[in-house]
């Protein structure tokens, strides 16, 4: 405790340690990596959602402004948000941007 308290007086930054690669996580046809950035003492919540298509690899990366204190529960949320996201969207998360004209 002292340590931190120390630390964190005369600029000692606790930087949390890199999260190892994760397993994916099986939905509906899609995979959901998991892949939480650290910043400062806290993580992102980031990852990919991939799809294979023929034999082609389509990913589609998001990183959301959710900082969580722990990895685990980045991994957590960014694969419930990821199963939301696919539930809504589905397929059209590998469709190309609209344009204003069309």
Do not use: C, W
């Amino acid at each position: 405790m002292l340590k931190k308290l120390f630390g964190s007086l005369f600029g000692g930054a606790s930087t949390p340690a890199p999260t190892q690669a994760s397993e994916p996580v099986a939905y509906q046809g899609y995979l959901i990596y998991p892949e939480p950035k650290a910043e400062g003492s806290q993580f992102r919540l980031a990852g990919r959602i991939t799809r294979q298509n023929g034999d082609t690899l389509q990913s589609h990366t998001f990183i959301r402004a959710d900082l969580l204190p722990s990895a685990q529960q980045a991994e957590e949320l960014m694969v419930d948000k990821a199963k939301r996201l696919i539930d809504q969207v589905g397929d059209e998360l590998f469709a190309p941007p609209k344009r204003d004209d069309e």
